[in-house]
């Protein structure tokens, strides 16, 4: 079972940056794509972006060109690089291994809170 602990996140004014970190447990996170996702109050968690063991990555629309997903493999750590940050992207972020845009197992972690005031 992989355990995921995220961080990074935090206050920051529209158009500023954040950039968030995952780090998984076990000697099996290489093997996994892992993706970000994002609950913001009051809706649904939504998928955020997804980076494959390969490298490949993709974004849902309302972020490409502003995110950059990024992994290290000897850290057993995914990154979220944010930029041109929107108070709609105020939402708590998590991390977990997914299939397509879709959380593959486990539970959630605690997830990180970012706050984006306009």
């Known amino acids: 079972q992989v355990q995921l602990v995220e961080s990074g996140g935090g206050l920051v004014q529209a158009g500023g940056s954040l950039r968030l970190s995952c780090t998984a447990s076990?000697?099996?996170?290489?093997?996994?794509?892992m993706g970000w996702f994002r609950q913001a109050p009051g809706k649904e968690r939504e998928f955020v972006a997804a980076?494959?063991?390969?490298?490949?990555?993709y974004y849902t629309d309302s972020v490409k060109g502003r995110f950059a997903i990024s992994r290290d493999n000897a850290k057993n750590t995914v990154y979220l690089q944010m930029n041109s940050l929107k108070p709609e992207d105020t939402a708590v972020y998590y991390c977990?291994?997914?299939?397509?845009?879709?959380?593959?197992?486990?539970?959630w972690g605690q997830g990180t809170q970012v706050t984006v005031s306009s």
């Open positions: 980076i494959r063991s390969t490298g490949n990555t």
């Open positions: 977990a291994p997914v299939v397509g845009t879709q959380k593959m197992f486990g539970s």
């Open positions: 076990g000697s099996t996170f290489s093997y996994y794509t």
